[in-house]
């Protein structure tokens, strides 16, 4: 697939109008989520251990995708990494990756960091030209810096609490403000509107695979070292989710 740029600019587009709108805008979306958020907090009696009251069901929903995970995606992702050349791998990477750049320029932008979301737009226009369409990280080589940003962190960034600790099905470790707005991040990424359908459920499942590949060796490693592998996930999902939140929300 090559990069639409009627979808690019759509997306950036998005952006220059929200920006348009000014503070207000801004604020309205704030509210908004943050009301979201004090109501489900209010019926379902969150609020008591904000940093995980829903252990429970968050400790059978990772065992569900545990399961998941270990039938499945992870026997998957050992064979890609076998029969895959490391070169082929970092190309897959690299071409989800720039399709990834955009939708973190739009965030970048959204939070006020001009300078951030102009790099990402640089890369994204480089990387498609001269790196065969992403293949190729062109654009780290000549210091442009890769960043990821999602609306979640944009949120944050504004003011949005993250809310509690929360286990999705399939997505895994969320919290209950970045769990709202995925659908919103699904939309946000251009590779949702390839065509035909057949093309974009098999590149999906080839971005799944292929992440999935990445982290082999962390996964074995926190298996052979945690005494509680959903403690150890848990905690470090929500030490790193805090510190990609500029200013920290915390």
């Not at 509107?193 to 098999?202: A, E, G, L, M």
């Not at 982290?215 to 005494?227: F, H, K």
Request: proline letters at 4%.
């Amino acid at each position: 697939m090559t990069l639409q740029l009627k979808n690019i600019g759509a997306l950036l587009a998005l952006t220059v109008l929200l920006s348009a709108c000014g503070t207000n805008t801004v604020k309205e979306i704030k509210n908004t989520t943050t009301q979201t958020l004090s109501t489900i907090s209010e019926k379902t009696n969150i609020g008591n251990n904000p940093r995980d009251p829903l252990e429970g069901f968050n400790r059978t929903m990772f065992s569900f995708n545990d399961a998941i995970d270990q039938a499945i995606l992870k026997p998957v992702a050992k064979a890609y990494q076998t029969v895959t050349p490391s070169f082929v791998q970092t190309g897959i990477g690299n071409f989800f990756g720039n399709i990834g750049d955009v939708w973190t320029a739009v965030n970048n932008l959204l939070q006020g960091r001009v300078a951030d979301g102009v790099t990402d737009v640089m890369r994204v226009a480089v990387n498609s030209t001269f790196g065969l369409g992403g293949l190729i990280d062109i654009g780290s080589a000549a210091g442009m810096p890769k960043h990821r940003e999602d609306f979640g962190q944009t949120l944050g960034t504004w003011g949005v609490k993250s809310g509690p600790y929360l286990v999705l099905p399939v997505f895994g470790p969320s919290t209950l403000r970045d769990a709202i707005v995925t659908p919103i991040d699904l939309k946000g990424d251009l590779w949702s509107y390839t065509t035909p359908v057949y093309v974009r459920n098999t590149g999906t499942v080839l971005r799944l695979v292929d992440k999935r590949a990445s982290v082999l060796d962390a996964g074995n490693l926190i298996e052979e070292a945690a005494l509680d592998k959903y403690v150890f996930i848990r905690d470090a999902y929500l030490q790193r989710r805090a510190s990609q939140i500029k200013p920290d929300e915390e």
